[in-house]
């Protein structure tokens, strides 16, 4: 019952009076699996008797999101009313019965579009008692146009019949043309749910995000202003004394451990890859964030993936010029292996994700199986596009920055570490660094979740970038201050430690998704389950990998400047 495929068909948007207007198949699933789709014509449906092109995609970002269009073949033309008309015959013997209770039982909503239009439709109910079935057969289009444009679209379902076993089902269908004076930029309007993303709670968590940053800046300029003023003081006093006193006094604070602050990192082919990704990732977020606040987005089908992708890897010379002069700073000599790691960590951590969940997919026939063909242009805009900018990143970045400039010489011995409190341990502090950026976040994940999982389109993205810049800030604050103490307890192990404290936001993000998924959704099944929490997993580490940036960025910036400032002999 399926239509045979055709070429490709280019719609125009502006249509002419008699012209042949396309309705799109998409999905069909299960309402409260939003992402468990799998094509329209997988159940049991027939097709109309007009026969032109079957699915096709326009981007690769709709490609990836598993956008199946088929063409309905209904025959529907701009400004041409259409009475109810019989389009096709369901001979339902047991097996197509079974197929339709089975979608009825578990609430399927199917998805079809017109002039990209999304538009929603449930395939049937039950009775009270759940023991018999009904098909809605009667499709009751409404289009409204201003013009020679389509600016609405409403679908109303009617004709309900019992699924009894070995019965033809007549399909049909009208059509309603009205003038409308809605404008064809403002279409989506009717999409987006003011309610939900401007409620109050939204506002009071971006107040409370700002009250939180006026805290942290404040502490961070005590400890800058006060704390460490108080600290030149001691150590100029120190210095006017003859080497008896000195030795005599009590030295302590971080002055002492000045000549190992600046020795590489552990591991710095592995760290120097991560700060890379991290900026990488920040300046895609930047970008993208900015794109969808000056573009709608949202209106068009994979476009906000699309973008992300190309941005991407548009950017990789980003995460090559940071990563690549890092590592050359700190002394590294592997400077190719380290380019292939800052250029495939993240790409093969999305994409090692992303294949398992598609076998998973492929298991189920769900529409969100990737087609081979998307995996070959994925791999290569890797190889391809990637790999060299990053290539070209990491040259400039060891060229420009790569040479050490600290302003403390490094001892050729590391300073052994005195003990210290439990709480300065560098494990305690990774574990609570992330508690307060998480906090001035956790909110918007609320709706940034419900609009990825749940039916709700996301468009308030001034909102997204000022929490983005709040994140910032409170990220940087935060690991300035678990640094400073940790400096000042005599340990210099400052590099992972301001990396993972401000890291460890993502545990608590992942956490939190275990949180939404049991008492914020309905979802049920492994392919839901693993999607959601494999795709989780994946933003969380991202998410972590870029604070973690972040973090050590601005804690670099302050350990070098604290340390300009004071004379050591």
Known sequence: CRPPPKPLLVIECPYQDKEEVVLW???????????????????????????????YHETLGEALQGVELEFS????????????????????????????VYAIKNHYWYQMYIDDLPIWGIVGEADENGEDYYLWTYKKLEIGYNGNRIVDVNLTSEGKVKLVPNTKIQMSYSVKWKKSDVKFEDRFDKYLDPSFFQHRIHWFSIFNSFMMVIFLVGLVSMILMR????????????????????DLGDEYGWKQVHGDVFRPSSHPLIFSSLIGSGCQIFAVSLIVIVVAMIEDLYTERGSMLSTAIFVYAATSPVNGYFGGSLYARQGGRRWIKQMFIGAFLIP???????????????????????????????CCICFFVILPLNLVGTILGRNLSGQPNFPCRVNAVPRPIPEKKWFM??????????ILPFGSIFIEMYFIFTSFWAYKIYYVYGFM?????????????VTIVCTYFLLNAEDYRWQWTSFLSAASTAIYVYMYSFYYYF???????????????????????ALGIMCGAIGYMGTSAFVRKIYTNVKID
């Open 519 to 541: 008492f914020k959704t309905k979802m049920y099944g492994l392919f839901q389950t693993s999607f959601y929490f494999g795709y989780m997993a994946v933003f969380s580490t």
């Open 25 to 55: 198949m998409n999905t069909v699933g299960p309402y409260h699996n939003r992402q468990e789709t799998y094509k329209y014509f997988s159940l049991p449906f027939c097709v109309g008797s007009k026969k032109s092109i079957s699915h």
């Open 227 to 246: 704390t460490l003023r108080k600290d030149y003081a001691r150590y100029s006093k120190e210095e006017e004394m003859d080497d008896m006193d000195r």
């Open 465 to 477: 970038m000022l929490v983005l810049v709040i994140l910032c800030i409170v990220t940087v604050c």
């Open 348 to 378: 093969a951590m999305v994409c090692g994700t992303a294949f398992f969940i598609n076998f998973i997919a492929i298991y189920y026939h769900a529409s969100r199986a990737i087609p081979f063909g998307t995996m070959v242009a994925v």
């Open 425 to 434: 341990e560098p494990a305690v502090i990774v574990c609570l660094g992330g």
């Open 73 to 100: 073949g209904l025959d529907i033309k701009f400004k041409d009313d259409v009475m109810q008309t019989t389009y096709c015959e369901i001979d339902l013997d047991k097996g197509r019965r079974d197929a339709f």
